[in-house]
């Protein structure tokens, strides 16, 4: 060992404990990404209002696309709700519909942009969709970790519909 050098740590590495496991079945991470699926979904859904408050769309395909923004706004705001309390179903469910919401978005954002409407929602919600997705998609080990920690809660009984 070099002179200088740190000292090693030596010392046994504690084992988890009960402590641990009410850690890690209330992780900061999943809020987080929460938190900007959430604005997403938002985003997306006053994107869509606005656009129906704001102008009339003469062509079939794109008049259904600010209903459509609207279902996968509300879509986002359940999964958001999800992966606020660490599923992993809720976190894996919004990367799908926030990637959904992504190209959805920015094919608005180009139809909107070429044919003279340009609005702030319409800018912000493919962006907010990006977010989404890798906040989401990074909190899944998060998740996972919360979701063994509830197992074994619920095996030593202490089940409380976390």
């Known amino acids: 060992m070099h002179p200088y050098s740190a000292p090693r ?32 979904g938002v985003l997306s859904t006053l994107n869509a ?3 129906l408050m704001s102008v009339h ?20 705001v359940y999964f958001a709700k999800n992966t606020f309390t660490a ?13 959904i919401l992504t190209v959805t978005s920015s094919a608005w954002l180009y139809f909107a942009v070429t ?10 919600t493919p962006m907010a969709a990006l977010l989404a997705i890798g906040l989401s998609a990074a909190s899944l080990p998060a998740c996972d970790r919360a979701t063994n920690a509830r197992d074994r809660l619920a095996a030593q009984g202490l089940n409380i519909g976390l």
Do not use: E
């Open 9 to 40: 740590n030596t010392a046994p590495q504690p084992q988890p404990d009960g402590d641990d496991d009410l850690r890690d079945v209330n992780p900061t991470f999943p809020k987080v990404a929460a938190a900007f699926t959430f604005l997403a």
């Open 49 to 51: 209002i606005q656009t």
């Open 57 to 76: 769309i003469r062509a079939s395909f794109w008049s259904l696309v600010p209903y459509v923004l609207i279902v996968i706004g509300a879509t986002l």
């Open 87 to 99: 599923r992993r179903w809720g976190a894996l469910g919004a990367v799908v519909t926030a990637a």
């Open 115 to 124: 044919n003279g409407f340009i609005a702030l929602y319409a800018i912000w």
